[in-house]
């Protein structure tokens, strides 16, 4: 038995042993930086406030999501190697692994009857967690569930969003809501009761002060708190302004009656207050020009207001992952 008192050493050390089963409470961002990820075959993980919803989904496509495990109460942090294992403090992130001055500890095991204990342990886990979650739907709806709560957090600054955003040729997760919509600037009628019920804390304070971007919706468009909009710039046509912008906004609020309008009454506010948290993906010069011209094409019409007739989100929600292939395959060619 060696006691590991540093970061180094700890990480240096969890390399060596190159965990095939891993037993963690909480897995961040940069799990990939301190294990051998081809060496990997079994990890159980909490699936909890703490564990970053789309590193959990990262392991799962890695490894393949039947050979990823949730168990709610798990607080245990083990790798377990061939012939040697580590048991600590530290969770399988850069809070748990880098030099950020936390106060971790592990020890390194080499004994095999000490090692089997463990694997007899992380056996027992596996069982418990396949009676929580015994399929995927079950784990989906998990993280689905716990995304919202890290998306909260992050709003109000109670934790860092370290999600980088990728480009659109490397964005693949499930995990976020996007929804596509165009907008033209315009002075909004707002129903002050309606938004002082939904954000009591914006009482007092115009709308315009209190929100960074507004849009429209119709009151059965089905999109909720949290979800992402890519916006694009329409002109009168209904086609993108040849240079207008395209953006992301995130949803914060969704005010059902906030406008006072003909037909698009719900509000759904970015409040300047609070912080979106990390883009889908990145949105270049050259994706928002790709963007542009998609919308162009005439391919999909859903997406595009050309005539008097009411704008639903619905069907544009239907086109949005064909829309954003279509995308891909051109920055392709």
């Given at each position: 038995m060696k006691l590991l008192v540093t970061a180094q050493q700890i990480r240096e050390m969890l390399y060596q042993v190159a965990p095939s089963k891993i037993a963690v409470a909480f897995i961040g961002k940069g799990w990939k930086k301190f294990i051998p990820t081809e060496q990997l075959q079994e990890i159980v993980v909490s699936p909890t406030f703490g564990s970053n919803p789309k590193a959990i989904e990262e392991i799962m496509k890695v490894i393949g999501d039947e050979k990823v495990y949730f168990l709610d109460q798990l607080h245990s942090k083990a790798y377990i190697g061939k012939d040697t294992a580590l048991i600590g403090s530290c969770n399988l992130s850069d809070n748990g692994m880098g030099d950020n001055h936390l106060m971790e500890m592990a020890v390194f095991l080499?004994?095999?009857?000490?090692?089997?204990?463990?694997?007899?342990?992380?056996?027992?886990?596996?069982?418990?967690?396949?009676?929580?979650?015994?399929?995927?739907?079950?784990k989906k709806a998990r993280l689905r569930m716990l995304t919202k709560q890290w998306n909260t957090a992050v709003w109000h600054g109670v934790t860092i969003d370290d999600t980088e955003e990728p480009s659109l040729m490397d964005y693949e997760s499930v995990l976020d809501t996007i929804h596509i919509a165009f907008y033209q600037p315009?002075?909004?009628?707002?129903?002050?009761?309606?938004?002082?019920?939904?954000?009591?804390?914006?009482?007092?304070?115009?709308?315009d002060d209190y929100f960074s971007e507004q849009l429209q919706f119709l009151e059965e468009d089905p999109i909720e708190?949290?979800?992402?909009?890519?916006?694009?710039?329409?002109?009168?046509?209904?086609?993108?302004?040849?240079?207008?912008?395209?953006?992301?906004?995130?949803?914060?609020?969704?005010?059902?009656?906030?406008v006072v309008d003909e037909d698009y009454t719900k509000l759904v506010c970015q409040a300047k207050n609070l912080e979106p948290g990390s883009a889908p993906f990145r949105l270049d010069p050259t994706t928002k020009e790709l963007i542009r011209n998609a919308l162009y094409s005439g391919q999909f019409p859903e997406l595009l207001s050309l005539d008097d007739s009411v704008w639903h989100l619905t069907p544009a929600d239907a086109v949005t992952q064909n829309f954003l292939q279509h995308i891909r395959q051109q920055r392709r060619e």
């Open positions: 080499e004994k095999s009857a000490s090692i089997a204990q463990l694997e007899n342990t992380f056996e027992e886990y596996k069982k418990q967690a396949l009676n929580l979650y015994p399929n995927l739907e079950a315009d002075d909004l009628v707002y129903n002050s009761e309606a938004i002082d019920t939904i954000v009591p804390e914006s009482k007092g304070v115009s709308p708190q949290g979800d992402w909009i890519l916006c694009w710039h329409c002109n009168n046509d209904g086609y993108p302004r040849k240079n207008g912008d395209v953006s992301w906004m995130r949803a914060h609020y969704v005010i059902p009656h906030g």
